[in-house]
């Protein structure tokens, strides 16, 4: 069983940056691809970013791709979102998630386990 706990997210202005972290339990956390996933309010859960489980293989929503970086520490067993040049629409629930289904996945239903969420909000 591994449960993910998320922090640091936050009211930031249009512009600025937030880094998200999200931390598991378990030790075969360095075998699951992680993923970062988001919802707002009346909207369906969409893919943000996935990491394989070793780091060298990333994947990123067109929405957020250059502004949003994803990676992991397996000795810490923590996975980060870097959010940079945020914008209004980023404005989500933020949750992580980590899958024992392949190397890298988008799709949430490829997803064993999850985060309770950390609310991020853009202000403009």
């Known amino acids: 069983q591994v449960q993910l706990v998320e922090s640091g997210g936050g009211l930031v202005q249009a512009g600025g940056s937030l880094r998200l972290s999200c931390a598991a339990s378990?030790?075969?956390?360095?075998?699951?691809?992680m993923g970062w996933f988001r919802q707002a309010p009346g909207k369906e859960r969409e893919f943000v970013a996935t990491i394989s489980w070793s780091g060298k293989s990333t994947y990123y929503a067109d929405s957020v791709k250059g502004r949003f970086t994803i990676s992991r520490d397996n000795a810490k067993n923590t996975v980060y979102l870097q959010m940079n040049s945020l914008k209004p629409e980023d404005t989500a629930v933020y949750h992580c998630?980590?899958?024992?289904?392949?190397?890298?996945?988008?799709?949430?239903?490829?997803?064993?386990?999850w985060g309770q969420g950390t609310q991020v909000t853009v202000s403009s």
């Open positions: 998630a980590g899958s024992t289904i392949g190397p890298i996945t988008t799709t949430s239903a490829r997803y064993n386990y």
């Open positions: 378990g030790r075969t956390f360095s075998s699951y691809a």
